[in-house]
């Protein structure tokens, strides 16, 4: 049974900074494409950090603009998880973050352009407020 658990989720202070995990079980995290989405209330879902496989075959981790230079997407795949080092945190990256594996979109790009992955967890919040 796949599973994935989110967690490191939090309140935040504007400039504060997040390390968010996703452990993976019942499938090797190691085979997939991930992605962090990011679900806020009147946006749309956004594909914030994806990264490829570690033989580098999907490209390179990708950003989306909004986060770029903030955050840093990375894998440990002996512990089927991948993390998201979140900094300078500001308001607007309130949200529900989903980790989001993926064998068919393609590149790291692709997923995080188009956020349909194959399987969703439940997900962790992150609230940046003074």
């Known amino acids: 049974q796949v599973q994935l658990v989110e967690s490191g989720g939090g309140l935040v202070q504007p400039g504060g900074s997040l390390r968010l995990s996703c452990v993976g079980s019942g499938f090797t995290i190691e085979d997939y494409v991930v992605g962090w989405v990011r679900e806020a209330p009147g946006q749309l879902r956004e594909g914030v950090s994806c990264?490829?496989?570690?033989?580098?075959?999907?490209?390179?981790?990708y950003y989306s603009d909004s986060v770029k230079g903030r955050f840093a997407i990375t894998r440990d795949n002996a512990k089927n998880t991948v993390y998201l080092q979140m900094k300078n945190l500001k308001p607007e990256d309130t949200g529900h973050y989903y980790c989001?594996?993926?064998?068919?979109?393609?590149?790291?790009?692709?997923?995080?352009?188009?956020?349909?992955?194959?399987?969703w967890g439940q997900g962790t919040d992150i609230t940046v407020s003074s």
């Open positions: 989001a594996p993926d064998t068919l979109r393609g590149t790291a790009q692709d997923l995080c352009i188009q956020p349909i992955p194959d399987y």
């Open positions: 990264i490829g496989r570690s033989d580098g075959r999907d490209g390179r981790p």
